[in-house]
């Protein structure tokens, strides 16, 4: 008998299409290197020349990662990008902004029988 259902990329974006993120929290936790080094916020958003954080030829990771630039675009992502069309309900990103938002927003009684 088998306890653990495999889930489906469907019955992901289904799960996660519930949740109404407001930010993508996983942002903060994971980010792009194009094979040409330039980096990007996420898969999502990747080779959109707007949301470009840095290029690892000109500038090192640390850098980059701690640069104004960076905090610009993802103020903008944040503040002026709507995430529900990015295609969050599919990407890595997506999971960790589900699991921090059930951990800053807990249901009422999750555990309760």
Not at 45 to 53: M, Q, T
Not at 77 to 99: F, T, V
Request: net charge positive.
């Amino acid at each position: 008998m088998t306890l653990i259902k495999q889930l489906t990329l469907k019955d992901t974006i289904n799960v996660l299409a519930t949740y109404d993120f407001k930010h993508c929290y996983g942002l903060e936790f994971e980010t792009v290197i194009n094979s040409d080094a330039k980096i990007y916020p996420c898969f999502m958003l990747w080779n959109k020349p707007e949301f470009l954080i840095g290029d690892l030829t000109k500038q090192s990771f640390d850098e980059i990662w701690r640069s104004d630039r960076r905090r610009e675009v993802l103020n903008r992502i944040y503040y002026d990008y709507d995430i529900r069309k990015c295609g969050m309900n599919s990407c890595r990103q997506g999971h960790i902004s589900e699991a921090l938002s059930l951990i800053k927003h807990p249901p009422m009684h999750r555990n309760f029988l």
